[in-house]
């Protein structure tokens, strides 16, 4: 009998098809293939990129926009929102709209076009990290923006229309509602018991221990009970923390262990397989006019993490019609694969 | 300079990127392949699908599951909720689940593998729109159900696993969230102005003629405000009615031409495109236990009506993160194509 399942956060059913359930050799992703050739990302083309805004490795003595950086992070070429220009919002009839400001970043990983997140060293993801946390600081000083969303497009199903690893960080001057409906749900979850909801989440699912992935000091990896997806895979924070770049410098090197390894476990378990990555932190909670006390107890409410979504099957017209999800693989099996691999 | 658009329905917002803007030309989708050869569903086959709940075109004489269909409705032999069972709804730790209980069923649409909706006959749509209704009333006598949707899947890329041109239809036993929060818009529009949200639309719409593909005496097909995705169209009907299966034989009849000719114009100004079809209606209204006087008035603030998405761009990290879209056509670019396909 297939299971139907209510995230506690989102509101949101899936459907756990178990009697289609399927062990991950069913499945036949196309293997994200390996980019061993240069591409517009590669030391040397760095004039085929608008100027960088931040890099880490070249010495301070060179050029800006030579090579020599290890990570590099320059304004998309091609941008969604551009970072120039009030908001003016406005009503067009009965229609809200306001102009298309933001920011549309790329953080380019590594000079090298073959290497994988998958298989960054500690160091490596440590400045994919740096680079991560410093721009959302720097963007999240602009008055305009409010929330900013950190994420990753691997293999071309999943999005990435250049192969070369990288990221991207899209800041935009509105909060989107899949995050206030989160939020009010963590407020009352905190004014109703003084807790975090997401503590409690991460709390029961380490004693239960059936979707637990990896457990360490600081970091749960873990299979969401209502997965939408085959293998979707969530890391939470064990500290209660609402914003990612507050990130201790202890806990960034464990998540320098911890990203990769989760990354390489899916890459293990699933060929290689095409995935989005998000970084889902609070909005921006510096005051911005008319919002001074807006954010009351998110500190302590809402709890950042990142979520990992293969992406071995398609969104099709029942999931559209009604934002109902059906996965075949049960989070309980997808996390034991992943454990073992 | 993009624009962010509101929709002003489902507090959802896009961006049209209008820098990025493409003529239907610049889309390369693979062109959805004709069948032309037999299917699990083709006439002979009967046997190699679960036994018919309900058929159009046999002779009253003959036998159940022979052939000589026009149309033909089986449940799904791969259902993703069951038919049979107790709902169970329960908690579990901090969770919620409830059995899989539903209905799935396939409504295989013409005899023929190689039979396109886009080219339907008016006869051919009728009888594929009477099965739609007919399964919808029989399926929502059901109390275990309170929502259905009817959905059709083109083209592999949009989840179609079978070429064999069918719709499918999913009854499940929860109002799903999307249209909870659809229906408190409307219903809170109704309460402070006595007139549906969606007439309120479709007339300025109208007026404005921008996002206008066709009017005729009883549908209006448009693309909306804020479109998701490029040449995403919606057909509204212009009398007010929440409930699809209560369309009038006039309306059914005007249907039967307008859908055809609207997905003809979609696949004549983008080659053929995989596209994810919905017919969005109200939930199930006649009382379920504990809900009696639930729906006010929803026959007067909601409006059921399908949307068309066609599949040419990828759903990625950013809008899996936000909940936001990023369209690279704009609606009014988009209904000027179609206009004229």
Excluded at 41 to 66: H, L, Y
Excluded at 142 to 168: K, M, V
Excluded at 270 to 290: F, V
Aim: some cysteine; aromatic content about 10%.
């Amino acid at each position: 009998m297939p299971e139907l399942r209510k995230d506690p956060i989102l509101d949101r059913w899936v459907i756990i098809a178990t009697e289609r359930s399927r062990r991950p050799s069913d499945f036949a992703p196309t293997a994200v293939p390996v980019n061993t050739g240069e591409s517009v990302f590669s030391p040397g083309s760095e004039d085929k990129t608008p100027s960088e805004v931040f890099q880490i490795g070249r010495d301070a003595s060179a050029a800006a926009n030579s090579s020599g950086w290890n990570v590099r992070v320059v304004p998309n070429k091609f941008p969604a929102l551009h970072p120039d220009g009030d908001l003016d919002s406005r009503a067009v009839g009965p229609f809200d709209a306001m102009n298309g400001v933001g920011a549309h970043e790329v953080v380019i990983e590594n000079p090298s076009a073959a290497w994988d997140l998958a298989d960054a060293s500690v160091e490596e993801m440590g400045n994919v990290l740096e680079a991560y946390i410093e721009r959302n600081k720097v963007l999240s000083e602009d008055e305009r923006f409010r929330y900013i969303l950190t994420f990753r497009n691997y293999g071309s199903t999943a999005g990435a229309s250049i192969s070369h690893p990288h990221s991207q960080i899209i800041a935009v001057p509105v909060v989107p509602k899949q995050l206030k409906d989160q939020l009010d749900v963590a407020k009352a979850h905190y004014r109703a018991k003084r807790r975090s909801i997401y503590g409690d989440l991460v709390r029961q699912e380490i004693e239960s221990g059936a979707r637990i992935v990896e457990e360490n000091q600081h970091f749960v990896v873990l299979c969401p009970y209502a997965s939408r997806f085959p293998f979707e895979t969530t890391i939470y924070p064990k500290r209660q923390q609402h914003d990612f770049t507050a990130i201790t410098a202890e806990e960034k090197l464990a998540l320098s262990e911890t990203l990769p390894r989760t990354l390489k476990r899916i890459k293990n378990a699933l060929n290689n397989p095409p995935y989005n990555m998000m970084i889902q932190t609070a909005p921006i909670t510096s005051p911005r006019p008319g919002q001074s006390d807006y954010w009351g107890t998110i500190a302590e409410d809402y709890r950042w993490h990142i979520d990992i979504l293969p992406r071995l099957t398609q969104v099709a017209g029942f999931e559209w019609g009604t934002g109902f999800y059906i996965n075949p693989v049960s989070p309980e099996n997808a996390a034991e694969f992943l454990r073992d691999s």
